[in-house]
């Protein structure tokens, strides 16, 4: 059985930083691209950036140049790391996975990120 978990998330000021970590445990064979979604209040979730396997990545507009995405293979580990964070940052942060041994997506269960004064 997979399970990703997500941490890292709470109340942070305007233009603060936050940074996520979301660890992938279970039966693993390999990690694909691991990606970060978010889901605010009364609307539909999103996606805010994804990693290839390879390092390769890719950013929604509203988040490039303040979110990074990393792995740490040897870990099973993702990280987003936000900074310069709006308060339309707010939401609950998905961290999904393509396993290439199942041939499906994971998902964990979410962290909550609240940007506000």
């Known amino acids: 059985q997979v399970q990703l978990v997500e941490s890292g998330g709470g109340l942070v000021q305007p233009g603060g930083s936050l940074r996520l970590s979301c660890v992938v445990s279970?039966?693993?064979?390999?990690?694909?691209?691991m990606s970060w979604y978010r889901q605010a209040p009364g609307k539909e979730r999103e996606l805010v950036a994804t990693?290839?396997?390879?390092?390769?990545?890719n950013y929604a507009d509203s988040v490039k140049g303040r979110f990074t995405i990393s792995r740490a293979n040897a870990k099973n580990m993702g990280y987003l790391q936000m900074n310069s964070l709006k308060p339309e940052d707010t939401a609950v942060y998905y961290c999904?996975?393509?396993?290439?041994?199942?041939?499906?997506?994971?998902w964990g269960k979410g962290t909550l990120v609240t940007v506000s004064s």
């Open positions: 990693i290839t396997s390879g390092g390769s990545t």
């Open positions: 279970g039966s693993i064979f390999s990690i694909d691209a």
């Open positions: 999904n996975a393509y396993l290439q041994g199942y041939g499906k997506d994971y």
